[in-house]
């Protein structure tokens, strides 16, 4: 097993930046597929990024390419994302997950391991 604890959230202006980190420990890091996902006030969760077990494939939700930034320190066994450019619509709970599957990276059902989430606000 993996055990998966974001940090970095807060409260934001709009057009500010944040920092989330997910620190993992258990099975070794490298081993798993990582995934950002987000809860927003209507309870839906949605993908946001993830980033292969190699770390030189990733993968974004339209509503972030080029504003947020999924990579991984496997010398320290965290992921991180870079968030630029915020808005309002951000705001969110933020989970990371691990997964050992290879496909659908954008599915939340895809993944076996969940942090307990972060919460970003971005205030307009």
């Known amino acids: 097993q993996v055990q998966l604890a974001e940090s970095g959230g807060g409260l934001v202006q709009a057009g500010g930046s944040l920092r989330l980190s997910c620190a993992a420990s258990g099975r070794t890091f490298n081993e798993y597929h990582m995934g950002w996902f987000r809860h927003d006030p209507r309870k839906e969760r949605k993908f946001v990024a993830a980033m292969g077990w190699s770390g030189t494939i990733t993968s974004y939700a339209d509503s972030v390419k080029g504003r947020f930034t999924i990579s991984r320190d496997k010398d320290k066994n965290t992921m991180y994302l870079q968030m630029n450019s915020l808005k309002p619509e951000d705001t969110a709970v933020y989970y990371c997950?691990?997964?050992?599957?290879?496909?659908?990276?954008?599915?939340?059902?895809?993944?076996?391991?969940w942090g307990r989430g972060t919460q970003v606000t971005v205030s307009s």
């Open positions: 997950a691990a997964t050992f599957r290879n496909t659908n990276w954008a599915a939340p059902v895809t993944y076996n391991y």
